[in-house]
Each structure stands twice: as C-alpha cells, then as structure tokens.
C-alpha cells in the first residue's frame, strides 16, 4: 500500500474514532450514566483530523466545550477521556473536569473550556511561552464561529500579530452560535476578514475535506513554525446535532441536515480511498476495531470508581493558610 493511502487510511481512522466517541457518550449521555453537559462534533471530524495530523507531541492545543475530537486527534488516550465523562477516578482529570473540561498534558492538550472563546488567550499565553523558551513547538487553536464574535477573539489575534507568535488559529465553523445561526450575528466579512485586519495571513476551505484539511494545515504549520508569526484557518463545516445533547435543534430547517451528511467527512474520505483503490473490507476492519475500542472504554468507564470525597480538596490553589471555621 503506498504512502499516501497510508496516511488516508489514518486519517480516516481518527475521524472514525472520533465519529464513534462521539456516538457512544451521546447513547450514554441520553441512557443517563453520566451527569452535566455534553456538545457533539459529530460532523466536524475533519478538522480535528487532518489539523492534528500535522502537529507533534511537542506542540500545544487549546480546544473549546466541543472537543473531544480535539484530545482524541492529540494523541490523548480514548480509555481516560471516556471515564472524565462519566466522572470517575479513571478519568483524564480524576473525574473532575467532565466533558467540557478535558485536558492531557502529557500529549499537549492543554484543554477543553466551557467558555466560548476561552481557548484563545490560553493560546497565545501558550505561545508567548513557547518563544521565551527559544522553543520550535507552535499552539493549535481550536474555536468555533461564534467565538468570534466575543471580546477574547480581538484581543488573542492582536496579541499574537504584535508579539509575533507561534499560533495557529483554527476556527471550526460550524454555521451555529450555540442556538442562533452565525450569520445573523455577525458583521462584514466573516472570521477570516477578522484575521486579515490584524495583519494575520489565512485561508478559508472545505472543512468536510479531510485530504483538504490535511494539505492546507500541513502548509500553515510549516510556515507558522519556520517563521514563529500567527496563521489563519477557516474551515467551514455542520454542526449535525443540536448545540448540547438535549437540544432538538429545532431552530434549523430541516433540508439542512440532509444536504450536510451528502457532505458527511467519513463518506467523502471512503470515496476517495477506494476509488484509489483501497478495498472496501479494509475500511470495514478499521470500523469494527474503532467500534470495539470505543466499547471497552465506555465498558471501562462504567465500572470505574468514583474519586473519594478527599479528591475535592486537591488540585486547589492554595492561596496561603486558610483558616477552617
């Protein structure tokens, strides 16, 4: 199998693994086994995907309160990031951070956030960081296009024109702000402009297009890396399912959907691949062992412990000497 169809194939893998996470927590999620919120990316697989693909264990990335695919195309272990889910002592962050606060260090997800546009100035912290250390590792940015209506947005982008920092900013847009459509909300040209009138360079592509995706992030890493000054990535996209797991999303039209999955990112990638002549049972072998890998962790999640009530007590600033009355 040549190299490009290997690269395919993985690729193709992470969005798979993504996609069925993704299936597996909301069928838990509905079936009650875990408490708090939950925000799908089911549609959006590509981005994660094919940015992360370019990215090396050195380098950091921010994600937002949708970003499961973010850790999984990380590197972050599946086992652990299905357990913080369900809250259990297993679990990426002791079981304390739930869904939308998902973090590994270990592979340099430095974590999900329950503020939209939150990431962003963690971002640049990140990479202004990284320039004083004299490093090569650069930060990925994930956000989505309501973000970049809200306050951080302006100020991370500027911060990181003016200081020159390693940062690619990845914004997924997914056409929703939460439970409004983008569009409606914003003025001028859209997130890309934004970039452009801070001095940022961009592009705006096909989110749905892993291989795309893949190509242009390959492209901007390299330059944000050789040359330690900020890039732009837009990457249009489809939200499939409601702004949390319980919202019907009953504020789109209903055509939308159905146009959106003739664009479904695993779809297209299978196309690709077997019209290059990989077969059929090859990416059938890869469904089967990423849904079983997806069981055992939500398997491994439910009979998990809960951490000990000793737990709400660590991982706390200490400011001083509390006094305990």
Partial sequence: MSGNHDRGLALYRTMRRIRVFEEVALEAYRNGEFPGFLHSSIGQEAIPAGVCANLGAEDRLTST?????????????????????????????GGKGGSMHIADFSVGMLGANGIVSGGLPIAVGAAQGLKLLGSHAIVACFFGDGATNRGPFLEALNWAALYQLPVLFVCEDNTFSAFTYTAGTTAGAGPLARAQ????????????????????????????????????????????????????AAYRRP???????????LVVQAQRLTGEGVSPATLAAIDAEVDAEMIRARDLA?????PPLSAAFTDVQDAGAPTWR
Avoid: Q
């Fill in 302 to 306: 439910r009979e998990a412990p809960f």
């Fill in 197 to 248: 009138a801070c001095g940022i360079d961009g592009v705006s592509i096909d989110g749905n297009d892993v291989a795309l995706v893949d190509e242009t992030a390959r492209r901007l890493v390299d330059e944000v890396r050789a040359s330690g000054r900020p890039a732009f990535l837009h990457a249009r996209t489809y939200r499939w399912f409601g702004h949390t797991a319980t919202d019907m």
């Fill in 65 to 93: 309160h949708r970003g499961h695919g973010h850790g999984l195309a990380k590197g972050a272990a599946v086992d652990p990031m299905m357990a913080e889910l369900y809250g259990r002592a297993t679990g990426a962050c």
């Fill in 255 to 265: 055509s939308e959907l159905d146009e959106a999955k003739k664009r479904d990112p």
